[in-house]
């Protein structure tokens, strides 16, 4: 019979239209007229899920080292090894979901997250929780770039930046939310709790996912590039091991040198497959758009000063003022809020202003504040070193969501998640160079001509970072 058959809406999950009361929960949200901004909570909720825990954590290795009987330096690979294989991993995970559903991805990488998070909690020695904490934080790493996904394709091109602007304001306040509600838990209940709120909250964010997040286009017929991802690994992850542990180890560490060799090695044999792959993972025509390429290298550029700056900071406040750990987590929250704050404003003003202004706007005024941060330290000016540390954070937030809409915009809809991915592998390189380089040159010094000096390195980082900005494509005409 004919009765039988129904027009489907392929963003009501197939539902049949216009039979309003047999549709499933998740239908009924995604007709709602307030669709865009549950959509946009829920997944802000899960990528804050995934990084409120890091700063609280980094605070508690001490503790940890203590509890589990270990040194400073391996558990400090708590922190570490989640970052570098994160890096890595994130532009593989992105390409994935271009190819198979950004939300099928985004769920499992929230259920395994989960799961595992719950189990770091059980830890039983050192290299459990390294192992577990890493296999959690890779499980996470499509939180990102399929997040940022489904965003943009559920906005249209001129509201994307005021999405992404809201996106990059709760990223950077996530983890000072860890600090204010997980850190007095740890002082009473231990640190293992914090891996139990964290596995509750990504299930939680898991939940919220299953009701709104919407399907993506999958591309079938296209073979994922295997080749391509182990030589992106062996490239970027000896770079990043040579480059991220070169401090701690030394620069003739083996391991650091076997990274070095890798590094160039790997990336030279990834960039000849993707030129003769016929379903690359990083496609090389975008490796040649200045659109694509201008906006995350000016992005990773300036990383390398607004971290090291950042990581330099609390050794800066220690030894040119003496405040204890308690006094320096305070006094650096004004840079995540400015940074969030100035997120929304920037993506704001992008619309308007356009997308080149906003970003040199940014790298200008960060160069500036590490001018007067520095000026700050080195005359042992409280106010006016704090003063430069909150616009630093202003300056980087502004610029967020008109690079990450720049990248994204040059990319495609096809390309989102490979995009986002390789924004955020390129923004981890430009740490990892920021913190080995300034701690480097900082070494145990509390003179305050030095870190002047550091300063102007990391404004120096900022004014480049401007340059290659000029002549990012402006969207403020695209629909």
Known sequence: MKGDDHNFDSTSNNTPIGRPKELGLRARLQNRPDYQRLLLLALLFGTAAGSYPVTVLSASLPRIADDLGTTDDVISWVVAAPLLVFAVVTPIIGKV???????????????????????????????????????????????????????????????????????????????????????????????????????????????????????????????????????????????????????????????????????????????????????????PALLREPAFVRPIAAQAMLQVGFVGAMVMAPFLLERRWGFGPTVIGLLMLPRPLSFAFCARLGGAHDPRHGAQRVVVTGMLLFSAAMLLAGIGAQQRWLPLFLFGAMLAGAGSGYIRPTVANAATNAAGDDDLGIAGGSMNMLQQIGAAIGITVLTALMADSADGTRFLLLHLVAAAAGLAAAWLAIGIRDHRSDN
């Open 97 to 283: 979901g271009d190819l198979y559903g950004h939300r099928r991805i985004y769920l499992i990488s929230l259920s395994l997250g989960s799961v595992l998070a719950f189990s770091t909690a059980l830890a039983w020695d050192t290299a459990s929780l390294i192992a577990l904490r890493t296999l959690a934080q890779t499980a996470k790493a499509a939180s990102g770039p399929s997040a940022m996904a489904m965003i943009l394709v559920s906005y249209p091109r001129s509201e994307r930046t005021r999405a992404l602007g809201i996106w990059a304001a709760v990223v950077s306040l996530s983890p000072a939310v860890g600090v204010v509600t997980g850190g007095p838990l740890i002082e009473w209940m231990g640190w293992r709790i914090l891996f139990v709120l964290h596995g509750a909250a990504v299930f939680a964010a898991m939940v919220a996912a299953v009701l709104v997040a919407p399907e993506t286009p999958r591309r079938t017929g296209i073979r994922f590039d295997l080749s391509g991802a182990a030589t992106l690994v062996i490239g970027v992850g000896g770079l990043l091991i040579a480059v991220n542990r070169g401090i701690s180890w030394g620069f003739d560490h083996p391991a650091v040198i076997t990274g070095a060799v890798l590094a160039p090695a790997g990336l030279g044999l990834f960039f000849h497959i993707e030129h003769r792959s016929d379903a690359p993972l990083l496609p």
